[in-house]
């Protein structure tokens, strides 16, 4: 099976703005340094914005203690435990015997609840765009080139219309591809979205 690659997706991303392509998002060229300039970004405001199935993990947090604690410590909560190295942001967090939802808040470098043991699940900031899904990576490609379509084309037009398509047509598709590759969380009958694409496969809501 064939891999997605970096260059692969910075040329599908210039190919939305007729611009020539390059060999690597290092090179010394305008249209590298445009795109370099919003790539992680863009990645990382993608991968927030929804619960990718391929980018979710589930992981027993570890209590901080010592100057660890104190530095993050807050007298509203009891605990605090360790983010993993490669947390973007949490989707819900759960006692780990119990798998009771608890309440938390995140810090730069610290989850704090009052939880006595914490399981997170949370979405990882996948910079290797090999292990991407194929159409996170189709809509990723339309939304890198919308950021950086005014440096390159030098139109705001431009940036405006691949913003549309990116909603419209590719981040809709990605969200359903995703959702209908997870398993349901207990007690509900899909993850799937909410979408225009639904309503219209399926004549509206109920």
């Known amino acids: 099976m064939s891999t997605i690659t970096e260059p692969q997706l910075a040329n599908a991303a210039l190919g939305y703005l007729n611009a020539s392509t390059i060999t690597s998002l290092d090179e010394d060229t305008p249209h590298a340094a445009s795109l370099s300039r919003y790539w992680n970004l863009c990645r990382q405001a993608m991968l927030r914005e929804y619960d990718w199935n391929f980018a979710r993990k589930t ?52 989850l704090l ?49 691949l913003s549309t398509l990116l909603r419209r047509d590719f981040l809709a598709p990605a969200k359903i591809a995703s959702a209908t590759e997870a398993k349901p969380e207990r007690g509900t009958s899909s993850f799937l979205p909410h979408s225009e694409l639904i309503d219209a496969r399926f004549g509206g809501a109920a």
Not at 95 to 106: C, H, P, R, W
């Open 59 to 110: 992981t027993s947090l570890t209590a901080l203690a010592g100057a660890s604690l104190t530095a993050v410590e807050d007298a509203n909560y009891g605990n605090a435990y360790a983010l993993p190295d490669d947390f973007l942001c949490a989707r819900t967090a759960q006692e780990t015997s119990t798998l009771a939802k608890v309440e938390y808040d995140i810090r730069p470098d610290a």
């Open 113 to 161: 609840t009052d939880a006595a043991t914490v399981t997170l699940t949370y979405t990882r900031d996948i910079t290797e765009v090999s292990t991407w899904d194929a159409t996170f990576a189709d809509a990723f490609a339309v939304a890198v080139a919308a950021r950086a379509a005014k440096l390159i084309t030098g139109s705001d037009e431009i940036a405006g219309e």
